[in-house]
């Protein structure tokens, strides 16, 4: 079956970097896109863009660009996000999430917490 | 950017009871939403895609409906296990926006 395995949870402090990590197994990592949605405490959802591990092209919401790079290693099955210069703002649980070669997301990762404190 | 307003931002209901939630897109996104369901501490979950499909496992008591730029979500025979938020989400074009959710509690 699908699943998403995601990286723990990360601490930072304000204007570092953090990356995580979603490991993919139960099919074939690079037929389907790699969304990444963000969910501020109590906030709806925020589509940050998408990667297609297969030829590595991506797609972002103009809102995270600068903010948010994504790739991938298609010999680990494993989809990244780098969040760069990071404030308050970023701190929030980020999921990745596919679809069936569709729009809409069927499979989700567990989330992953950044929290961005000095 | 789609602008995706949901309403009510919360909701109580009774065991047994029906609700509707309610997604209005700023303009026509032509069907293409998506509704999820999400538990404390959870991933969401899809419920709903192209406005009226009920995915894999879903239980048959939800159900999609709308057009053009109005689309609801509802819940027949309301189960306890029902208590989560849910969201609407645009897929018709990028980027993809969602709704600002609605709790749903059992009264």
């Known amino acids: 079956q699908v699943q998403l395995q995601q990286s723990g949870a990360e601490l930072v402090k304000p204007g570092s970097s953090v990356k995580i990590s979603c490991k993919a197994s139960?099919?074939?990592?690079?037929?389907?896109?790699m969304h990444w949605i963000k969910q501020q405490p109590g906030n709806g959802l925020e589509w940050i863009g998408w990667i297609y591990p297969g030829n590595g092209n991506t797609k972002y919401n103009q809102k995270f660009n600068g903010k948010a790079t994504l790739t991938a290693d298609k010999s680990s099955s494993t989809a990244y996000m780098q969040l760069s210069s990071l404030t308050s703002e970023d701190s929030a649980v980020y999921f990745c999430a596919r679809g069936d070669g569709t729009p809409w997301f069927a499979y989700w990762g567990q989330g992953t917490l950044v929290t961005v404190s000095s | 950017d789609i602008q995706m307003t949901q309403s009510p931002a919360s909701l109580s209901a009774s065991l047994g009871e029906t609700v509707t939630i309610e997604c209005r897109a700023s303009?026509?996104?032509?069907?293409?939403l998506a509704w999820y369901q999400q538990k404390p501490g959870k991933s969401p979950q899809l419920l709903i895609y192209n406005a009226n499909s009920l995915h894999t496992g879903v239980p048959s008591r939800f159900s999609g409906s709308g057009s053009g730029t109005q689309y609801s979500l509802k819940i027949n025979s309301l189960q306890s296990e029902d208590v989560a938020s849910y969201f609407c989400?645009?897929?018709?074009?990028?980027?993809?926006?969602f709704g600002s959710g609605t709790k749903l509690e059992i009264k």
């Open positions: 303009e026509d996104i032509y069907n293409g």
């Open positions: 139960g099919y074939t990592f690079t037929s389907y896109d």
């Open positions: 989400q645009q897929y018709y074009d990028y980027p993809f926006t």
